[in-house]
């Protein structure tokens, strides 16, 4: 083969990995921004329909500002491409529990996660993505749901 197109390649090569890797880290910083900000909105109109309340408001306030510095955290880990802030220390099936459990007490609905078999670690990008889908689930099931803290049952999540 020439050396000057085996070159030509390897440089078009990089370029394509550099590109799907900017668009893969593009795709979860908005995953990450859309989740947030969709939990943000529900708890916000949550607390406008709970002004009567002064403590059920105040809970609401509370947990939109949690979501919005958990959010700004996850941003600023996807722009630094470091994995989903879970799984820096804790993994998947864990990191999983953790969410569920988060999501359930922040809309007062009975949610949680079980993992059966083997436990086998992943590809680290595998395990993001895995986490990801399982954030936007539990995010639109938030979101299509209605009105955060009804008690509305939710299906237990296998893993």
């Not at 921004?33 to 609401?60: F, K, M, N």
Request: glycine content about 8%; proline content about 5%; some cysteine.
């Amino acid at each position: 083969m020439n050396a000057g197109l085996h070159a030509q390649l390897l440089v078009q090569a990089r370029e394509a990995g550099v590109l799907d890797e900017r668009q893969r880290m593009a795709g979860e910083i908005h995953d990450a921004l859309a989740q947030g900000l969709t939990g943000i909105i529900t708890q916000l109109q949550a607390a406008v329909r709970a002004e009567a309340d002064p403590s059920a408001w105040r809970r609401h306030l509370d947990n939109a500002t949690r979501l919005a510095r958990e959010s700004l955290a996850e941003a600023r880990r996807s722009v630094h491409a470091v994995g989903p802030g879970p799984l820096e220390t804790t993994p998947l099936p864990d990191a999983l529990a953790e969410i569920t459990a988060g999501w359930s007490e922040l809309n007062g609905v009975r949610a949680e996660a079980t993992t059966i078999g083997t436990v086998r670690a992943l590809h680290p990008e595998v395990e993001a993505t895995l986490l990801r889908i399982a954030q936007e689930a539990l995010a639109n099931i938030a979101k299509h749901a209605g009105r955060p803290g009804s008690g509305s049952p939710c299906r237990t999540w296998r893993t």
